[in-house]
């Protein structure tokens, strides 16, 4: 496996953990052309909104560039995804999720006796609001490094689905 694979399937893998923690079902797409990698629902969910089982859907990147400048990553996104991840006229929240990852995958996990540590985390960026843009190529959005994925983010982000809103 390549060094890019093997990162998308590190994040994927991390993400579903972090996904199953917080209860939800995940899902999957053989074809990414919508800039979804993966989508998570709600089943049984019963959050604060009027819409029973609400879905999420994320977009994965990770890397191993230092990206990060202050308290934000500075991500350089391909236009189609921009494009494809903006915009309040989708059924279903969709969100850039960016990990960071050391270039030594060694890095990437330490396995103890009783003990599975992922000294890594992944960072979400809702692009509901922003603006078109005329850059024929990539964008450089800002991920804040505040805005982390943990299982309690997640369950907020499906109660905003289930109001038909995004974090």
């Given at each position: 496996?390549?060094?890019n694979?093997q990162?998308e ?5 991390c993400v579903?953990a ?6 939800l079902?995940r ?5 990414d ?15 604060a ?28 996104l391909?236009?189609k995804n ?10 279903v ?5 960016v990990m960071?990852?050391p270039?030594?995958?060694?890095n990437?996990?330490t ?5 599975l540590?992922?000294p890594?985390?992944c ?7 922003y603006?078109?843009t005329n850059?024929p190529e ?6 804040p490094l ?6 309690e ?9 289930s109001?038909g809103?995004?974090?």
């Amino acid at each position: 496996m390549n060094a890019n694979l093997q990162k998308e399937e590190f994040q994927y893998a991390c993400v579903s953990a972090l996904a199953a923690h917080a209860g939800l079902n995940r899902g999957d797409f053989r074809v990414d052309d919508d800039s979804v990698d993966v989508s998570f629902k709600g089943l049984g969910y019963h959050g604060a909104g009027r819409r029973r089982n609400p879905i999420i859907e994320f977009q994965l990147k990770c890397t191993s560039q230092d990206l990060i400048n202050g308290e934000v990553i500075k991500f350089s996104l391909k236009r189609k995804n921009y494009d494809d991840l903006r915009g309040d006229d989708v059924m279903v929240p969709k969100y850039l999720v960016v990990m960071l990852v050391p270039v030594d995958k060694a890095n990437w996990i330490t396995v103890h006796r009783d003990l599975l540590h992922l000294p890594n985390s992944c960072y979400w960026l809702s692009l509901r609001d922003y603006p078109p843009t005329n850059n024929p190529e990539k964008i450089v959005v800002e991920v804040p490094l505040a805005n982390r994925v943990t299982p309690e983010t997640l369950i907020a982000m499906m109660e905003a689905a289930s109001l038909g809103e995004a974090l």
